[in-house]
Nanobody, 116 residues
Framework: QVHFVESGGGLVQPGGSLRLSCAVS????????MGWYRQAPGKQRAMVAG???????NYADFVKGRFTISRDNANNILYLRLNNLKPEDTAVYYC??????????WGQGTQVTVAS
């Protein structure tokens, strides 16, 4: 069974930084590209960044240049470094396997709140 456990969120001022982590269980991590998603209040969940098995990243335009995705294949952990945070980045952040979110379900997510 696949589980995603996200952590690292919190309250940060505009311009601040956070590093999110996602521990993935279920022996799938090394087999798939991975992604970070976020859902703001009243909005649909959207993909923020993805990373291939080999480590090639891709980003949504609204985070490009500010967020960095990485992965630790040895320990089955996905990371997202968030820099220069803006109030509009406030959301619950989740990790999952792109294209398989319906199969694997979602973790509890980690709340990121950007406010002064």
């Amino acid at each position: 069974q696949v589980h995603f456990v996200e952590s690292g969120g919190g309250l940060v001022q505009p311009g601040g930084s956070l590093r999110l982590s996602c521990a993935v269980s279920g022996n799938i991590f090394s087999s798939y590209a991975m992604g970070w998603y976020r859902q703001a209040p009243g909005k649909q969940r959207a993909m923020v960044a993805g990373i291939t098995i080999g480590g090639t990243p891709n980003y949504a335009d609204f985070v490009k240049g500010r967020f960095t995705i990485s992965r630790d294949n040895a320990n089955n952990i996905l990371y997202l470094r968030l820099n220069n945070l803006k109030p509009e980045d406030t959301a619950v952040y989740y990790c999952n396997v792109p294209g398989k979110t319906g199969s694997y379900g979602w973790g509890q997510g980690t709340q990121v709140t950007v406010a002064s």
